[in-house]
């Protein structure tokens, strides 16, 4: 069964430094989404991307933050400069259409900044 | 703002009960509501995806209701298992595929 694919598995990185996430997500879906879960809360959305394009952003998504499709294959979540509070659990989705269906996510990227 | 509510206090039955979630959504009426399970350090696994205009769905051991009037909506498992245990998340969705999370409830079914 096809399934969305995360690396690393956990990053660990300092203050200030840039991180790339990286994901695959199933191989003929269109729509793109991250996500990310700091410990012990809820799940929050991002962003979603379809097209080349960013289609909708959360507030938590600022400047530090770009999403990138650079191939035909990968979608990438960067973070410029790391804040502590960016620590989470960081999950790719992807969904075979927009909207009303459903959305299937990868395991998802420990980020830890110290 | 549009929020989700969940009983964030976990639920424990018997295995072979029907174990019912809540999820409560505040403000217009959602497009759909979408019901994950997740499962420690894992990724969300969708499990029903329920329409504003449809009263009940089912899948197997699973039942999801939406009611529109109580804003809410309920999930029910039947017969259940303890591989059932799990966190629960009931998730509100829009035209364009965001989805807003509850915070989750975790089912524990003891043998």
């Known amino acids: 069964e096809p399934e969305v694919t995360q690396t690393p598995s956990h990053q660990v990185t300092q203050m200030g430094q840039e991180v790339i996430l990286r994901c695959v997500p199933i191989?003929?879906?269109?729509?793109f989404y991250w996500y990310r879960q700091i410990l012990g809360q809820k799940v929050e959305f991002l962003v979603s991307?379809?097209?080349?394009?960013?289609?909708?952003k959360s507030e938590i998504f600022d400047d530090q933050f770009s999403v990138e499709r650079p191939d035909g294959s990968n979608f990438t979540l960067k973070i410029r400069s790391t804040k502590l509070e960016d620590s989470a659990m960081y999950f790719c989705?992807?969904?075979?259409?927009?909207?009303?269906?459903?959305?299937?996510f990868g395991p998802g990227t420990r980020l830890t900044v110290t | 703002s549009q929020k989700i509510e969940q009983n964030s206090e976990a639920l424990n039955i018997q295995e072979g009960k029907t174990a019912t979630l809540t999820c409560n959504y505040t403000n217009y009426s959602p497009a759909y509501l979408q019901w994950y399970r997740q499962d420690p350090g894992r990724g969300p696994v969708f499990l029903l995806l329920?329409?504003?205009?449809?009263k009940e769905k089912r899948k197997e051991r699973l039942k999801v209701t939406f009611d529109t009037t109580l804003k809410q909506s309920l999930f029910h498992i039947t017969a259940s298992q303890p591989a059932d245990s799990a966190t629960y998340l009931c998730?509100?969705?829009?035209?364009?595929?965001?989805?807003?999370f509850g915070q989750g409830t975790e089912l524990s079914v003891k043998p």
């Open positions: 998730a509100r969705g829009n035209q364009g595929g965001k989805l807003i």
């Open positions: 329920i329409r504003e205009n449809e």
């Open positions: 191989s003929n879906h269109l729509y």
């Open positions: 991307f379809y097209n080349n394009e960013i289609s909708e």
């Open positions: 989705a992807s969904s075979g259409n927009r909207g009303v269906y459903e959305q299937y």
